[in-house]
């Protein structure tokens, strides 16, 4: 954290010392992500670069472990980026929102017509008090990701059902990988991944809703049976002998390396595979985890990634913001975006017929629109939680792995935080912009 922060801020201190003689406004972005999978914001910000000489976008990246720690002290003091990205929900950006940090880019909705792109359920996670305060950057979803060639070896089809999946998981054991799915548990977020596919796998869409936003419990039968399924994959060694023994970046490239058959994991992953796997990404594939159970429906995830904010105290607001719609709402920004694997919010027909999709994105959408008709659910509970639901989830889950929690005190702890959470009215509340 002081590393990054340090850099940060020397870098701003150097912006300080040019010469006017390149009379240029200097923009400062802060971009949060695993390493590879934010490069795409280089190749914008050298593109708006060319086209707007009298500015200078600079970008910052780090992982967001170091990153969050040293954002609210930057911009409590007044310091750090003009222009970066953040959680959204109730849970992690309620601290910049209600500490007034960030700007209200209202005016730039109005302005450039963001509405055409935002939808309404985007609204709702990432605007309060009528006013917008994030635009999101990329829609995502979760599944799993596979290596072919070690599916091919081991006589492996794509499993359709849980039986299937359970002899796959026996095939890969058997064939010497003694951790057939990675989960990068050690990061304890990550796992919080296939927790929210299992808790709407067996809620289902309604489910889900009538917690967040009705009188349902989190301790229903739904939940508990999704717990206890979790766990019991832990046991059974889906996820490895120690699955908290490693983090989401070293799973990752063990995973792309060809040493983990399968991962459960995002599509903000596929930016990163573009470049780690090169030429071999043709040798990955994804699907959708099958019914965990006879009858169950098979609900495709979807989210969105994190939230571009501007700082409030930025004089270059406006700056900000024109770089925001060059990325996300113009044609070229967003058919940048698609042949990285970044899929933008909003209608993409235009730009798919001019991008060139990655074939793991091209999977992963074929995958979701097999299913898109039974509904959607979320694909990041952690990211609409309250923080405190969150922080006793993350630690749960780790307990849950290593059985050292019930399923029954996972799903009474998190329904305790989240009484309490509600009762303070700091739970999920549909948003909306006035317009």
């Not at 796997?277 to 099958?290: E, I, K, N």
Request: aromatic share 10%; proline share 6%.
């Amino acid at each position: 954290m002081t590393a990054f922060k340090a850099c940060a801020l020397g870098f701003v201190a150097s912006i300080a010392l040019m010469t006017p003689a390149l009379a240029q406004e200097e923009l400062l972005v802060w971009v949060a992500g695993e390493p590879g999978s934010t490069n795409v914001y280089d190749k914008l910000a050298e593109s708006y670069n060319s086209q707007h000489p009298g500015v200078n976008v600079s970008i910052v990246k780090n992982s967001s472990d170091i990153f969050n720690p040293a954002l609210v002290p930057a911009l409590s003091a007044g310091e750090g980026p003009d222009l970066f990205t953040f959680g959204t929900g109730p849970g992690q950006p309620a601290s910049l929102i209600q500490g007034g940090l960030v700007a209200d880019l209202t005016p730039y909705y109005k302005k450039f017509g963001w509405g055409k792109n935002i939808s309404e359920s985007i609204e709702n996670v990432t605007s309060s008090n009528g006013k917008l305060w994030a635009v999101g950057n990329e829609v995502e979803s979760t599944a799993v990701f596979y290596n072919k060639d070690i599916f091919s070896k081991a006589g492996i089809e794509i499993p359709k059902n849980w039986e299937s999946f359970e002899a796959a998981v026996k095939k890969l054991k058997d064939a010497g990988y003694d951790t057939p799915i990675g989960l990068g548990g050690a990061d304890k977020w990550p796992i919080s991944h296939i927790q929210s596919m299992l808790f709407g796998r067996y809620a289902g869409p309604d489910g889900i809703e009538k917690v967040i936003f009705g009188d349902g419990s989190w301790t229903d039968e739904p939940f508990l049976k999704a717990t206890e399924k979790l766990q019991k994959m832990a046991a059974d060694g889906y996820f490895g002998p120690y699955p908290v023994g490693t983090g989401q970046a070293e799973t990752l490239d063990a995973f792309w390396a060809g040493q983990i058959p399968m991962m459960y994991t995002g599509s903000f992953v596929i930016g990163q595979a573009v470049q780690s796997a090169g030429d071999r990404l043709s040798s990955f594939g994804v699907f959708q985890m099958p019914p965990l159970e006879d009858g169950q429906k098979v609900y495709p995830t979807e989210a969105i990634g994190s939230g571009w904010y501007i700082r409030k105290t930025s004089k270059k607001q406006d700056q900000a913001a024109d770089f925001l719609n060059y990325m996300f709402f113009s044609k070229e920004g967003r058919v940048t975006l698609l042949n990285d694997g970044t899929v933008p919010i909003g209608p993409l027909e235009e730009e798919s017929m001019e991008a060139k999709i990655p074939s793991l994105l091209q999977a992963m959408n074929q995958s979701i629109g097999e299913v898109r008709s039974n509904g959607t659910i979320p694909a990041y509970l952690d990211t609409i939680m309250p923080a405190n639901v969150t922080n006793v989830t993350y630690d749960g889950l780790q307990a849950l792995l290593l059985n050292s929690m019930t399923p029954r005190q996972f799903v009474e702890a998190i329904e305790k935080e989240w009484e309490t959470a509600k009762k303070a009215g700091n739970i999920l509340a549909p948003g909306g912009i006035n317009k």
